[in-house]
């Protein structure tokens, strides 16, 4: 099929008002998204057949990720896209020299090209008639490591060793599936924990996290240790003993303050501590991990590309690692890191939240457990509860678990009414904000 325009929306969400998703880094976040529609010359049951993608923000600066898109539509617009070469797709717009020389698979620019590579494969689920999760799912190992660019990886894998992991995942892939479709996808959520909310909305939420199956939450942590003891000690009495409890510092620390302030944690039994400090730092984040031990330690929704993923798994920083659908150049990047975490053996627990996250990322998940590590041990999906009321195909959670999308696509398809009220800045909610 044929590309015949790409568009670029400002899409933002005024969630710093009710404080959603404030945490200690992040006081005043708007989610937002920057948009991607693709048309093509096709349609399927009268319909045009368009791809749907975005890449995620928190307000300011969104509309540098729209620019970056825009610098992208050479190279789209009139583009063949053959569903069977996606990797050839998206190598293609990442191996582009002049906006690569911007950030060399890093920053705004790659952001970008997540946008519009998981709006790609959003089409080319649409034209299969299937969510992408079973697209990626019902690939032949061989395909599956096309997806990946394996520059700079080799080190740590080879596409043969990959291909080796998938053969060995390939005659479970039935039996996964039905699995899949009957339990969901393990979650957590994070509704409880946000920074700003006050101690008694902390307590409700716990509690009705726990009433609504989750095994799990999770808790901002970081601007201030004698609140952060409060908040876990409510949390830990909220929801027992027999629950986990993660916390969240959104990149606060350097690498002695983190292992002090964890310490004074401990008696609240933290499951993992997230983002303890820069995403780039390999070796603070290992030192970290021997110093808080047995905390986890987990990272990787700020993690700019899978050059940094391997790092962290070659130099045993992590404990559990974190994706994010958007942050690494779209799906074929995240098949790479999916593989380099099946080859370590180290769980995948991916970020969520935001806008269209959840919805996004739950595919990548499903097919990890379908096709490549086969396995839901220790791992869940983060949920919030935010915004899903936009989206045409919004993720449904049930005791606990993500249920798998039945319908085609990627599951990040806006709906048009919503687009239109908060496109900033001059949508019906701006005007009136």
């Known amino acids: 099929m044929k590309i015949v325009s790409l568009e670029a929306h400002d899409v933002r969400f005024p969630t710093s008002r009710e404080l959603d998703g404030s945490d200690a880094m992040n006081p005043d976040p708007d989610y937002s998204a920057a948009y991607v529609v693709l048309r093509t010359d096709e349609s399927r049951d009268g319909r045009p057949l368009e791809g749907h993608g975005f890449c995620f923000t928190i307000g300011r600066g969104n509309e540098v990720c729209v620019a970056a898109i825009n610098a992208y539509a050479p190279l789209v617009e009139g583009a063949e896209l053959d569903p069977g070469d996606l990797g050839g797709f998206s190598r293609r717009l990442l191996h582009d020299s002049q906006l690569r020389w911007l950030g060399p698979e890093k920053g705004a620019v790659h952001m970008a090209a997540a946008a519009i590579i998981n709006a790609a494969f959003d089409l080319a689920g649409k034209a299969a008639g299937l969510p992408v999760w079973r697209l990626l799912a019902e690939m032949a190992p061989e395909q599956i490591v096309d997806l990946a660019d394996w520059r700079y990886l080799t080190d740590a894998l080879t596409p043969e060793r990959a291909l080796e992991l998938l053969r060995d995942a390939a005659p479970g892939r039935a039996a996964r599936t039905e699995t899949l479709l009957a339990r969901g996808y393990p979650a957590y959520t994070t509704t409880p924990g946000w920074l700003g909310y006050t101690d008694d909305k902390l307590v409700r939420l716990?509690?009705?996290?726990?009433?609504?199956?989750?095994?799990?939450?999770?808790?901002?942590?970081?601007?201030?240790?004698?609140?952060?003891?409060?908040?876990?000690?409510?949390?830990?009495?909220?929801?027992?003993?027999?629950?986990?409890?993660?916390?969240?510092?959104?990149?606060?620390?350097?690498?002695?303050?983190?292992?002090?302030?964890?310490?004074?944690?401990?008696?609240?039994?933290?499951?993992?501590?997230?983002?303890?400090?820069?995403?780039?730092?390999?070796?603070?984040?290992?030192?970290?991990?021997?110093?808080?031990?047995?905390?986890?330690?987990?990272?990787?929704?700020?993690?700019?590309?899978?050059?940094?993923?391997?790092?962290?798994?070659?130099?045993?920083?992590?404990?559990?690692?974190?994706?994010?659908?958007?942050?690494?150049?779209?799906?074929?990047?995240?098949?790479?890191?999916l593989l380099l975490a099946a080859a370590y053996g180290v769980p995948v627990c991916p970020h969520a939240g935001g806008v269209g996250l959840c919805e996004a990322v739950q595919h990548l998940s499903m097919f990890d457990f379908v096709a490549v590590s086969g396995s839901t041990e220790d791992r869940v999906i983060e949920y919030v509860d935010h915004l899903h009321e936009h989206f045409e195909d919004p993720v449904r959670i049930v005791q606990g678990h993500y249920v798998a999308p039945g319908a085609p696509g990627m599951s990040t398809q806006m709906k048009a009414t919503s687009l239109a009220a908060y496109a900033h800045p001059d949508g019906e909610i701006w005007r009136n904000h």
């Open 206 to 337: 716990s509690r009705e996290a726990v009433a609504d199956g989750f095994t799990q939450i999770k808790l901002k942590v970081g601007a201030d240790l004698d609140d952060d003891v409060r908040r876990l000690r409510l949390a830990r009495d909220a929801v027992g003993p027999g629950v986990r409890i993660a916390v969240d510092a959104n990149q606060r620390w350097d690498v002695a303050p983190a292992i002090e302030w964890m310490r004074a944690l401990e008696p609240f039994a933290p499951y993992w501590i997230e983002e303890p400090t820069s995403p780039d730092d390999v070796l603070g984040h290992a030192a970290i991990r021997r110093g808080v031990a047995p905390v986890k330690v987990a990272t990787g929704e700020h993690i700019a590309n899978r050059v940094l993923v391997k790092q962290m798994l070659q130099a045993g920083a992590i404990d559990v690692l974190q994706i994010d659908a958007c942050r690494v150049a779209g799906v074929t990047e995240n098949v790479a890191i």
